[in-house]
């Protein structure tokens, strides 16, 4: 089982990255997928879930950011709009095990962690 995260890099404030989730080992409509992020000095942070047709957003994020899947692809994808300083972070994905859908953010539920993708927002 792998998850390869790619797609971070340097953007000005409101504009665009689309991150990109690949796995490899196993079915992703099979699991429910995160995305995190982790800011120097703060914690990991749950920023978008998707699984079995519902998707689910951190306030933070919530109209900006857009979760997707091409399950022909075995890839989930996070689509960010008017990027904002505060959201510069390491972003990682992560498959979880079975969860409760409310329990989507917490770290300890996911089971396999792709290795990160730096994204910067900065003028």
């Known amino acids: 089982v792998q998850l390869q995260a790619s797609g971070g890099g340097l953007v000005q404030p409101g504009g665009s990255l689309r991150l990109s989730c690949a796995a490899s080992g196993f079915a992703l409509d099979d699991y429910g997928i995160g995305w995190f992020r982790q800011a120097p000095g703060k914690e990991r942070e749950g920023v978008s879930f998707?699984?079995?047709?519902?998707?689910f957003y951190a306030d933070a994020v919530k109209g900006r950011f857009t979760i997707s899947r091409d399950n022909a692809k075995n890839t989930v994808y996070l689509q960010m709009n008017s990027l904002k300083p505060e959201d510069t972070a390491v972003y990682y994905c992560a498959r979880a095990a079975r969860l409760p859908f409310s329990l989507w953010r917490s770290p300890p539920y996911y089971t396999y962690w792709g290795q990160g993708t730096q994204v910067t927002v900065s003028s």
């Open positions: 998707i699984n079995v047709g519902r998707k």
